[in-house]
């Protein structure tokens, strides 16, 4: 008997996501957003203190305006970076913002600007001043993040703020004033999840109204963050709609039952990857991708038998539509989908391009369906792998490769390109990309899919292999997913892809660290899922 996995329907229907229409479409809400842009730069322009620079470029970028300021906010990281070689003493605070906003833009800081702050046997020194300074320990724990493999004093100041951090959230009697407020609403935020793990719109949204309650908010910047979300809004509904119908069109889930119907949850992903208006056949292009990814993976986790799986997995690498009439009719249409949707997204690319990209797109294809099939013989045969092998197809299986290489040539960057210099080998912050996403799905999904029948996922293969409690897989699972991270802060660093796609792949990790952060949000729709997904795609921030 073929398995089920029970899967609900898709939370919002065609109809209703036909009839979004928001009023920031309005051409009056671009002229006051010119205006109000135009405020938000002079006042930029005009601070001149270091520590009053960086503090407002954190806000707009935790606001997610600081795309309309690119220059602007390099020309000041370049003056302050230039500066910051006459060392001049500063507190914990100015240290690490100083610290973690240069590295977000890619300039190479040491970690010895925290050498200060280290007592003479070289741990981080309780107090650093008069009263106890929680904001300069928020800091320092947010820049802990950005450590790279090897720096060790990263991991001290990260132990070290944290236990402090925790102690401040429990304390009962926390001060009544606005200041005290803000920083309790930062620090609970911030041991949720650390900014460098947060998806960018997910993370905006939560700090417009978390600024809304700063004493020295800035009310025309304030005004602009939500004008400037809202008309964002209506770019990302529309991309919305135009994908549904698409969707809709290809009709899969309707003849395909047994699978997940995810197009929202999918174009979400693709939306917390980027934002920015000029990156919408991404968008556009991952929601699909992802719609169809969703689908094949139920096939064969779930529907498929062993012997059909090996047909459509050959048949998926032969490439070839004359041969696939052997196919039981679900398979066709599940070969159908991924061919057609290949060929239209290649011929749409060789008109602007004029380069051929088939063969890489048939190739994260066949790819990803071989990787699955790994996992359905594992299953059918009871084998439990290593953790180690395991790992070596589960970053495959993820369909972040997928994801990530059709988002590749959906960028500006590769449109304008002559050469294609895309490399067969999946490049490394792909892999570590994947790595984190697999890693994190598996703490969230292995119940769901020990129930229904799946493959051993990250955490019984490393029981299985070391003979540890699932208590300690989990830990050790996390620590793996850890020390990715750190690799994929160097490689971001250093790639030499362009900086657009390094930031993607990256976003691709932090939504993975925020859909799965404690429950399996692309599959299991609670309430606040969908609250989530309802305010950011389909109600204006008020
Ligand atoms: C392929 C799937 C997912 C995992 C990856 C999805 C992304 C990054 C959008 C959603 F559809 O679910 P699942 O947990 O069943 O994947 P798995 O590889 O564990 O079967
Ligand atoms: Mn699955
Ligand atoms: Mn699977
Ligand atoms: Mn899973």
């Known amino acids: 008997p073929r398995r089920s996995a029970n ?4 939370s919002w229907n065609y109809d209703y996501i036909q009839s979004l229409n928001s009023k920031y479409k309005e051409g009056k809400y671009k002229e006051q957003r010119e205006v109000l842009m135009e405020k938000v730069r002079s006042m930029l322009c005009k601070v001149e203190n270091e520590l009053d620079q960086l503090d407002l470029i954190d806000v707009l970028q935790r606001l997610g305006v600081a795309y309309n300021f690119k220059n602007e906010i390099r020309n000041m990281l370049d003056n302050i970076y230039n500066m910051n070689k006459s060392k001049n003493m500063k ?5 690490a913002l100083e610290f973690r906003i240069l590295r977000q833009h890619g300039y190479h800081i040491s970690t010895d600007v925290f050498l200060n702050f280290l007592d003479v046997r070289g741990d981080f020194k309780e107090c650093q001043s008069m009263d106890d300074d929680f904001k300069g320990t928020l800091s320092l724990y947010e820049a802990s993040f950005y450590a790279l493999e090897g720096e060790t004093i990263m991991n001290q100041g990260r132990d070290f703020s944290l236990k402090i951090l925790e102690k401040y959230s429990a304390r009962t009697n926390k001060n009544d004033d606005d200041d005290n407020n803000y920083l309790s609403l930062l620090i609970d935020h911030s041991l949720e999840i650390p900014l460098q793990w947060r998806a960018p719109r997910w993370e905006s949204q939560w700090f417009i109204n978390a600024y809304q309650t700063r004493k020295t908010m800035n009310p025309s910047l304030l005004d602009f963050a939500k004008l400037d979300f809202n008309i964002l809004q209506t770019i990302h509904q529309d991309e919305l709609q135009y994908t549904s119908r698409w969707w809709r069109r290809i009709g899969l889930p ?7 119907d995810r197009l929202v949850e999918s174009y979400f992903w693709g939306m917390g990857m980027s934002f920015e208006p000029d990156l919408e056949f991404s ?3 991952l929601a699909k991708v992802t719609s169809l990814a969703t689908i094949i993976d139920d096939l064969y986790d779930v529907y498929g038998t062993l012997e059909e799986l090996q047909l459509f997995t050959e048949a998926i690498d032969r490439w070839d539509p004359k041969t696939v009439d052997s196919l ?10 991924i061919h057609d949707f290949v ?3 290649a011929s749409e690319f060789l008109k602007i391009n004029g380069n051929n990209i088939t063969p890489h797109l048939k190739k994260v294809w ?3 369906c071989k990787s699955y099939f790994t996992e359905a013989k594992w299953y059918y045969s ?3 792998p290593s953790l180690e092998e395991y790992i070596q197809n589960a970053w495959i299986s993820i369909a972040i490769p997928l994801m990530l290489t059709h988002s590749y040539f959906a960028i500006p960057y590769s449109f304008k390109r002559d050469e294609l210099s895309y490399s067969e080998e999946y490049c490394d912050i792909i892999q570590f990309s994947a790595t984190i996403t697999r890693l994190i799905n598996d703490l969230r999904s292995h119940k769901r899919e020990n129930e229904f029948g799946d493959v051993p996922k990250s955490i019984q293969c490393y029981m299985n292999e070391s003979g540890v409690s699932e208590a300690k897989a989990q830990e050790h699972i996390k620590s793996m997913i850890n020390t990715t991270w750190k690799k994929m802060n160097k490689e971001a660093q250093n790639s030499s892809l362009p900086p657009i796609f390094i930031e993607i792949a990256v976003n691709l990790a932090r939504m993975s660290m925020c859909m799965y952060h404690d429950r399996d949000a692309h599959t299991v729709q609670d309430p606040q899922i969908k609250r989530c997904i309802s305010s950011l795609i389909f109600h204006p921030i008020t």
């Not at 899967?7 to 898709?10: C, D, Q, T, V, W």
């Not at 507190?91 to 240290?95: F, I, N, R, V």
């Open 366 to 368: 066949r790819d990803l």
């Open 328 to 337: 039981p009719e679900y398979l066709k249409i599940c070969f159908f989908a």
């Open 91 to 95: 507190d914990l605070h100015a240290s």
């Open 382 to 384: 009871r084998y439990t």
């Open 7 to 10: 899967f609900k329907p898709s």
């Open 283 to 285: 968008r556009t292009t």
């Open 343 to 345: 060929n239209e997204l």
């Open 254 to 260: 309707k003849q395909l039952n047994f699978a997940r």
